[in-house]
Protein backbone atom coordinates (compact mmCIF):
# COMPACT_ATOMS: atom_id res chain seq x y z
CA UNK A 1 0.00 0.00 0.00
CA UNK A 2 1.51 3.44 -1.16
CA UNK A 3 1.67 6.28 1.52
CA UNK A 4 2.47 10.05 0.88
CA UNK A 5 5.41 11.58 1.74
CA UNK A 6 4.74 12.32 5.18
CA UNK A 7 6.29 15.72 5.41
CA UNK A 8 3.58 17.18 2.72
CA UNK A 9 0.78 16.75 5.08
CA UNK A 10 2.85 18.05 7.91
CA UNK A 11 3.26 21.80 8.96
CA UNK A 12 5.46 21.13 11.98
CA UNK A 13 9.06 22.21 10.43
CA UNK A 14 10.20 25.28 12.00
CA UNK A 15 13.45 25.72 9.39
CA UNK A 16 13.71 24.22 6.03
CA UNK A 17 16.31 24.73 3.22
CA UNK A 18 15.14 24.04 -0.32
CA UNK A 19 17.63 22.28 -3.00
CA UNK A 20 17.42 22.04 -6.61
CA UNK A 21 19.74 19.89 -9.14
CA UNK A 22 20.48 19.85 -12.65
CA UNK A 23 20.76 16.38 -14.31
CA UNK A 24 24.85 16.55 -15.54
CA UNK A 25 24.65 12.48 -16.07
CA UNK A 26 21.97 10.63 -17.32
CA UNK A 27 23.73 7.42 -17.27
CA UNK A 28 24.41 7.82 -12.96
CA UNK A 29 21.18 8.53 -12.30
CA UNK A 30 19.71 5.30 -11.75
CA UNK A 31 22.21 4.74 -9.15
CA UNK A 32 22.23 8.41 -7.61
CA UNK A 33 17.94 7.77 -6.96
CA UNK A 34 18.45 4.49 -5.63
CA UNK A 35 21.49 5.78 -3.26
CA UNK A 36 18.53 8.56 -2.29
CA UNK A 37 16.14 6.24 -2.06
CA UNK A 38 17.93 4.71 0.93
CA UNK A 39 17.78 7.67 2.81
CA UNK A 40 15.06 9.83 1.97
CA UNK A 41 12.15 9.38 4.30
CA UNK A 42 9.53 11.49 3.03
CA UNK A 43 9.42 13.58 6.55
CA UNK A 44 12.72 15.38 6.78
CA UNK A 45 13.56 15.20 3.28
CA UNK A 46 10.70 15.51 0.55
CA UNK A 47 11.15 14.75 -2.89
CA UNK A 48 10.30 15.83 -5.98
CA UNK A 49 10.99 15.45 -9.93
CA UNK A 50 10.95 18.22 -12.30
CA UNK A 51 10.54 16.92 -16.38
CA UNK A 52 13.83 16.84 -17.88
CA UNK A 53 14.88 14.03 -15.17
CA UNK A 54 11.23 11.86 -15.88
CA UNK A 55 12.37 12.84 -19.73
CA UNK A 56 15.86 11.74 -19.11
CA UNK A 57 14.76 8.46 -17.95
CA UNK A 58 12.72 7.53 -20.76
CA UNK A 59 9.31 7.55 -19.02
CA UNK A 60 6.11 9.60 -18.62
CA UNK A 61 4.09 11.12 -15.81
CA UNK A 62 1.21 11.36 -16.41
CA UNK A 63 0.24 15.31 -15.12
CA UNK A 64 3.88 16.74 -14.69
CA UNK A 65 4.82 19.23 -17.25
CA UNK A 66 6.92 22.31 -16.68
CA UNK A 67 5.27 26.05 -15.24
CA UNK A 68 4.47 27.58 -18.32
CA UNK A 69 6.05 31.39 -17.97
CA UNK A 70 2.99 33.76 -17.78
CA UNK A 71 2.50 37.48 -17.99
CA UNK A 72 0.22 40.07 -17.87
CA UNK A 73 0.74 44.22 -18.18
CA UNK A 74 3.71 45.02 -16.27
CA UNK A 75 3.90 41.86 -14.35
CA UNK A 76 6.18 38.73 -15.49
CA UNK A 77 6.08 34.83 -13.80
CA UNK A 78 8.90 33.40 -14.63
CA UNK A 79 9.47 29.76 -15.46
CA UNK A 80 13.01 28.46 -14.02
CA UNK A 81 12.69 24.50 -14.15
CA UNK A 82 15.23 21.69 -13.10
CA UNK A 83 15.31 18.13 -12.50
CA UNK A 84 15.32 17.65 -8.70
CA UNK A 85 13.99 19.23 -6.01
CA UNK A 86 14.87 18.40 -1.97
CA UNK A 87 12.71 20.05 0.77
CA UNK A 88 14.47 19.42 3.48
CA UNK A 89 12.96 19.88 7.18
CA UNK A 90 13.91 20.04 10.31
CA UNK A 91 14.69 22.23 13.43
CA UNK A 92 18.49 22.94 13.60
CA UNK A 93 20.22 24.82 11.27
CA UNK A 94 23.42 23.17 11.53
CA UNK A 95 21.90 19.75 10.95
CA UNK A 96 20.10 21.03 8.22
CA UNK A 97 23.14 22.71 6.70
CA UNK A 98 25.55 19.16 7.15
CA UNK A 99 22.07 16.89 5.70
CA UNK A 100 22.20 19.31 2.56
CA UNK A 101 26.06 18.62 2.25
CA UNK A 102 25.74 15.28 2.12
CA UNK A 103 22.83 15.32 0.32
CA UNK A 104 25.16 16.87 -2.27
CA UNK A 105 28.13 14.51 -2.17
CA UNK A 106 25.55 11.58 -2.19
CA UNK A 107 24.19 12.72 -5.73
CA UNK A 108 27.25 14.30 -7.61
CA UNK A 109 27.93 11.60 -9.84
CA UNK A 110 24.44 12.70 -11.99
CA UNK A 111 23.08 15.85 -10.22
CA UNK A 112 24.68 19.42 -10.00
CA UNK A 113 23.58 21.16 -6.75
CA UNK A 114 22.08 25.06 -8.80
CA UNK A 115 20.01 26.79 -5.78
CA UNK A 116 19.70 26.46 -2.03
CA UNK A 117 17.46 28.78 0.05
CA UNK A 118 17.10 28.58 3.86
CA UNK A 119 14.04 29.24 5.05
CA UNK A 120 11.99 29.06 8.66
CA UNK A 121 8.54 29.72 10.32
CA UNK A 122 8.03 33.49 11.27
CA UNK A 123 5.90 34.41 14.20
CA UNK A 124 3.44 31.52 13.86
CA UNK A 125 2.92 31.52 10.60
CA UNK A 126 3.56 34.49 9.37
CA UNK A 127 4.64 35.82 5.65
CA UNK A 128 7.56 38.02 6.18
CA UNK A 129 4.55 41.01 5.52
CA UNK A 130 3.11 40.69 8.55
CA UNK A 131 0.19 38.46 7.64
CA UNK A 132 -0.82 34.53 8.73
CA UNK A 133 -0.11 32.63 5.85
CA UNK A 134 -2.14 28.94 5.46
CA UNK A 135 -4.94 29.48 7.44
CA UNK A 136 -7.46 28.70 4.64
CA UNK A 137 -5.44 25.83 3.53
CA UNK A 138 -7.36 22.43 3.52
CA UNK A 139 -7.34 19.89 6.59
CA UNK A 140 -7.47 16.17 7.22
CA UNK A 141 -9.38 14.32 4.44
CA UNK A 142 -9.82 17.60 2.59
CA UNK A 143 -5.83 18.40 2.70
CA UNK A 144 -5.29 14.56 0.77
CA UNK A 145 -8.38 15.46 -1.55
CA UNK A 146 -6.75 18.45 -2.53
CA UNK A 147 -2.53 17.67 -2.70
CA UNK A 148 -2.63 13.82 -3.19
CA UNK A 149 -3.15 11.48 -6.22
CA UNK A 150 -6.01 9.24 -5.85
CA UNK A 151 -7.57 6.32 -7.74
CA UNK A 152 -4.94 6.40 -10.21
CA UNK A 153 -3.20 3.38 -9.68
CA UNK A 154 -0.14 1.49 -8.01
CA UNK A 155 3.19 3.88 -8.38
CA UNK A 156 0.73 6.91 -8.95
CA UNK A 157 -1.35 7.06 -6.01
CA UNK A 158 -0.08 8.78 -2.82
CA UNK A 159 2.19 11.22 -4.86
CA UNK A 160 1.57 14.79 -5.33
CA UNK A 161 2.54 17.70 -7.97
CA UNK A 162 4.14 20.76 -6.27
CA UNK A 163 4.36 24.36 -7.78
CA UNK A 164 7.37 26.11 -5.86
CA UNK A 165 8.62 29.66 -6.11
CA UNK A 166 10.93 31.93 -4.51
CA UNK A 167 8.88 35.07 -4.48
CA UNK A 168 11.03 38.82 -2.66
CA UNK A 169 9.18 41.23 -1.54
CA UNK A 170 9.73 45.06 -1.75
CA UNK A 171 10.76 46.11 2.08
CA UNK A 172 10.69 49.62 1.05
CA UNK A 173 7.25 49.46 -0.43
CA UNK A 174 5.33 47.97 2.39
CA UNK A 175 6.82 50.04 4.56
CA UNK A 176 5.79 53.23 2.78
CA UNK A 177 1.97 51.40 2.87
CA UNK A 178 -0.58 52.37 5.99
CA UNK A 179 -2.14 49.38 7.49
CA UNK A 180 -4.94 49.73 5.46
CA UNK A 181 -3.68 49.41 2.53
CA UNK A 182 -1.93 46.49 3.70
CA UNK A 183 -5.14 44.97 4.81
CA UNK A 184 -6.82 45.76 1.06
CA UNK A 185 -4.08 43.96 -0.41
CA UNK A 186 -4.35 41.25 1.21
CA UNK A 187 -8.22 41.12 2.31
CA UNK A 188 -7.15 40.14 6.12
CA UNK A 189 -7.00 42.38 8.80
CA UNK A 190 -3.04 42.08 10.24
CA UNK A 191 -4.58 42.83 13.82
CA UNK A 192 -6.78 40.10 14.06
CA UNK A 193 -6.70 37.81 10.72
CA UNK A 194 -10.49 37.98 10.00
CA UNK A 195 -11.63 38.59 6.47
CA UNK A 196 -13.99 41.56 6.11
CA UNK A 197 -16.43 41.47 3.69
CA UNK A 198 -15.99 45.34 1.86
CA UNK A 199 -12.90 43.84 1.09
CA UNK A 200 -11.60 44.86 -2.68
CA UNK A 201 -11.85 42.74 -5.74
CA UNK A 202 -7.67 43.23 -5.79
CA UNK A 203 -7.25 41.48 -2.49
CA UNK A 204 -5.14 38.49 -2.56
CA UNK A 205 -8.09 36.59 -0.75
CA UNK A 206 -10.84 37.32 -3.05
CA UNK A 207 -8.68 36.36 -6.15
CA UNK A 208 -7.24 33.31 -4.81
CA UNK A 209 -10.54 31.96 -2.87
CA UNK A 210 -10.36 28.12 -3.27
CA UNK A 211 -14.45 27.67 -3.52
CA UNK A 212 -15.22 30.49 -5.87
CA UNK A 213 -13.58 28.39 -8.40
CA UNK A 214 -15.50 25.57 -10.62
CA UNK A 215 -14.15 23.34 -10.38
CA UNK A 216 -13.26 24.14 -6.85
CA UNK A 217 -9.37 25.02 -6.81
CA UNK A 218 -7.84 24.17 -3.50
CA UNK A 219 -4.35 23.52 -2.77
CA UNK A 220 -2.03 22.96 0.46
CA UNK A 221 0.47 25.41 0.62
CA UNK A 222 3.44 25.11 2.69
CA UNK A 223 5.52 28.50 1.77
CA UNK A 224 7.71 29.29 4.28
CA UNK A 225 9.77 32.96 4.68
CA UNK A 226 13.04 33.30 3.92
CA UNK A 227 15.53 36.07 3.91
CA UNK A 228 19.23 36.55 2.41
CA UNK A 229 20.93 39.43 3.89
CA UNK A 230 18.96 42.22 3.43
CA UNK A 231 16.47 40.80 1.23
CA UNK A 232 13.80 38.76 2.02
CA UNK A 233 10.25 37.16 0.70
CA UNK A 234 8.49 33.82 0.60
CA UNK A 235 9.52 30.40 -0.58
CA UNK A 236 5.58 29.80 -2.33
CA UNK A 237 4.96 25.97 -1.94
CA UNK A 238 1.69 24.84 -3.41
CA UNK A 239 1.00 20.81 -3.12
CA UNK A 240 -2.11 19.81 -5.25
CA UNK A 241 -3.62 16.43 -7.06
CA UNK A 242 -2.64 18.25 -10.11
CA UNK A 243 -1.53 21.36 -11.16
CA UNK A 244 -4.69 22.87 -12.39
CA UNK A 245 -5.57 24.69 -9.05
CA UNK A 246 -2.46 26.40 -8.77
CA UNK A 247 -2.66 27.65 -12.30
CA UNK A 248 -6.25 28.19 -11.94
CA UNK A 249 -5.77 30.82 -8.93
CA UNK A 250 -2.40 32.13 -10.55
CA UNK A 251 -4.40 33.35 -13.75
CA UNK A 252 -6.64 34.93 -11.98
CA UNK A 253 -4.06 36.36 -9.88
CA UNK A 254 -2.26 38.11 -12.72
CA UNK A 255 -6.33 39.41 -14.07
CA UNK A 256 -6.75 36.96 -16.70
CA UNK A 257 -10.43 36.73 -16.54
CA UNK A 258 -11.28 40.04 -15.38
CA UNK A 259 -8.14 42.30 -16.08
CA UNK A 260 -7.99 43.02 -12.24
CA UNK A 261 -4.43 41.91 -10.74
CA UNK A 262 -4.01 41.00 -7.45
CA UNK A 263 -2.75 43.49 -5.33
CA UNK A 264 0.27 41.30 -4.09
CA UNK A 265 1.93 42.23 -7.14
CA UNK A 266 2.38 45.58 -5.75
CA UNK A 267 5.40 44.34 -3.01
CA UNK A 268 6.18 41.12 -4.01
CA UNK A 269 7.24 39.14 -7.47
CA UNK A 270 8.34 35.96 -7.91
CA UNK A 271 12.20 35.30 -9.46
CA UNK A 272 12.07 31.47 -9.97
CA UNK A 273 9.09 28.80 -10.94
CA UNK A 274 9.61 25.04 -11.18
CA UNK A 275 6.69 22.11 -11.24
CA UNK A 276 7.92 18.84 -9.57
CA UNK A 277 6.10 15.31 -9.24
CA UNK A 278 6.58 14.24 -5.51
CA UNK A 279 6.11 9.92 -5.76
CA UNK A 280 4.51 8.36 -2.94
CA UNK A 281 6.25 6.00 -0.51
CA UNK A 282 6.19 2.12 -0.53
CA UNK A 283 7.87 0.01 2.52
CA UNK A 284 8.83 3.14 3.92
CA UNK A 285 11.06 4.12 0.55
CA UNK A 286 9.99 6.12 -2.27
CA UNK A 287 8.22 4.36 -4.68
CA UNK A 288 10.35 4.53 -8.00
CA UNK A 289 8.33 2.13 -9.75
CA UNK A 290 7.11 5.16 -12.09
CA UNK A 291 10.72 6.02 -13.17
CA UNK A 292 11.43 2.45 -14.32
CA UNK A 293 13.60 1.71 -10.79
C1 LIG B 1 4.49 36.10 -1.85
C2 LIG B 1 3.41 35.53 -2.33
C3 LIG B 1 2.20 35.27 -1.49
C4 LIG B 1 1.87 35.72 -0.24
C5 LIG B 1 2.66 36.64 0.67
C6 LIG B 1 0.59 35.14 0.09
C7 LIG B 1 -0.08 35.37 1.29
C8 LIG B 1 -1.34 34.91 1.59
C9 LIG B 1 -2.07 35.24 2.76
C10 LIG B 1 -1.60 36.15 3.88
C11 LIG B 1 -3.27 34.60 2.69
C12 LIG B 1 -4.45 34.68 3.71
C13 LIG B 1 -4.45 33.59 4.74
C14 LIG B 1 -4.54 32.19 4.22
O1 LIG B 1 -5.63 31.66 3.96
O2 LIG B 1 -3.47 31.62 4.03
C15 LIG B 1 -3.27 33.84 1.47
C16 LIG B 1 -4.29 33.04 1.03
C17 LIG B 1 -4.23 32.28 -0.09
N1 LIG B 1 -3.26 32.28 -1.06
FE1 LIG B 1 -1.59 33.38 -1.04
N2 LIG B 1 0.17 34.38 -0.95
C18 LIG B 1 1.12 34.42 -1.93
C19 LIG B 1 1.08 33.81 -3.17
C20 LIG B 1 0.09 32.95 -3.57
C21 LIG B 1 0.07 32.25 -4.83
C22 LIG B 1 1.15 32.34 -5.91
C23 LIG B 1 -1.05 31.48 -4.83
C24 LIG B 1 -1.55 30.51 -5.89
C25 LIG B 1 -1.30 30.61 -7.17
C26 LIG B 1 -1.74 31.71 -3.57
C27 LIG B 1 -2.89 31.09 -3.17
C28 LIG B 1 -3.58 31.36 -2.01
C29 LIG B 1 -4.81 30.69 -1.63
C30 LIG B 1 -5.49 29.57 -2.39
C31 LIG B 1 -5.24 31.28 -0.44
C32 LIG B 1 -6.50 30.95 0.37
C33 LIG B 1 -7.66 31.69 -0.24
C34 LIG B 1 -8.99 31.25 0.35
O3 LIG B 1 -9.51 30.21 -0.07
O4 LIG B 1 -9.47 31.97 1.24
N3 LIG B 1 -1.01 32.61 -2.85
N4 LIG B 1 -2.08 34.06 0.80
Redesign the pocket.
Known sequence: MNTVQSGILSDETHLARYMTFNLVDVEAVKDALLELQKIADGESVVVGFGLSLVTALGVEIQGLHVMPVNTAAGLDIPATPCAMWLWLRGHDRGELFHRSKSLEELLVSAFELTDVVDSFQYNDNR?L?G???????PEGDAAIEAAIVQGQGEGLDGSSFV?V?Q?V?DFDMLDSMTEEEKDNS???HISD?E?FDEAPEFA??KR????SYDPE???L?R?MPWTEGVNG??V?V?FGKSFDA?EA??NR?LGHEDGIHDA?FNF?K?ITGAYFWCPAMKNGQLDLSQLGI
Open positions: DSYVDGTENAQWHIGRNEHVAAQEAFIRSGLFAFILMLTP
